[in-house]
């Protein structure tokens, strides 16, 4: 299971780390993803990490601000999200996937385990 949190509300400009852990189980092996969901609108991609590899990749448009890294200890992968706008305002959800092709993986269809999401709420 996975479970995302560290989500609140912050003024534009600020910054908030999300987590995304999982329980009784270790993100070996597999693509580890963020999307997010702003009222009103589709699930989008994020960033994602590749576990065994740290290799990260990113939505074009948050490259930059948001940054993924993993803490193999704890089992856990966050996303450090910087200089906040008012935009960034959604549900985000951490998801999971052991199968992945580089191709899929921008793609929320491509990844089977999700969490409960987490809100982010930026004032400006």
């Known amino acids: 299971q996975l479970q995302a949190s560290g989500g609140g509300f912050v003024q534009a400009g600020g910054s908030l780390r999300l987590s995304c852990a999982t329980s009784?189980?270790?993100?070996?092996?597999?693509?580890v993803g963020w999307f997010r969901q702003a009222p009103g609108r589709e699930r989008e991609f994020v960033a994602g990490i590749v576990w065994n590899t740290r290799v990260a990749f990113f939505a074009d448009q948050l490259k930059g601000r948001f940054t993924i890294s993993r803490e193999s200890a704890k089992n856990t992968v966050y996303l450090q999200m910087d200089n906040l706008e008012p935009e960034d305002t959604a549900v985000y959800y951490c998801?999971?996937?052991?199968?992945?092709?580089?191709?899929?993986?921008?793609?929320?269809?491509?990844?089977?385990?999700w969490g409960q999401g987490t809100l982010v709420t930026v004032s400006s």
């Open positions: 998801t999971a996937s052991s199968t992945m092709i580089v191709s899929s993986r921008r793609n929320r269809d491509a990844y089977k385990h």
């Open positions: 009784g189980s270790t993100f070996r092996g597999y693509t």
